[in-house]
């Protein structure tokens, strides 16, 4: 017996850390869910502002294509809306797999934990004048 495939409700919740995203995966993340994510967090760095993006996958135990395409597309999608995106928690068997599947997760920094993460975009933000300014 498969399991049913999750709804709208299954979404991935987004939360807000000052001009920070941060998107925490669990389990295994599927057609639909990834969608409403990547169209999820788009919309939240157009309407808040947002400069960063923290994807935390320590609670996926299995990346495969689908996961890596999924978070390279974030990625780009953040990028495009001039916000950096990093993911954290890579547990090293996930990061064996990637290498071992050649997906090179172009546009993706990666940081050990959210707190590392955390750091490592308020290091990459520019000096306060030439910051992007929040939409209305």
Do not use: K
């Amino acid at each position: 017996m498969t399991p049913p495939s999750p709804g709208p409700a299954a979404a991935v919740p987004v939360l807000a850390l000052g001009d920070t995203l941060l998107v925490t995966l669990h389990g295994e993340l599927h057609d639909g869910t990834a969608e409403l994510l990547q169209q999820d967090l788009a919309e939240r760095i157009a309407r808040s502002g947002a400069v960063g993006v923290v994807i935390d996958i320590s609670g996926v135990d299995m990346v495969d294509s689908f996961l890596g395409r999924v978070l390279a597309e974030t990625a780009a999608n953040a990028r495009v809306l001039a916000a950096r995106t990093v993911v954290v928690g890579m547990r090293p068997a996930v990061a064996i797999t990637l290498v071992e599947l050649g997906l090179t997760l172009p546009g993706l920094t990666t940081a050990l934990d959210v707190e590392l993460g955390l750091e490592l975009l308020t290091r990459a933000r520019p000096a306060a004048p030439g910051r992007r300014e929040r939409g209305t």
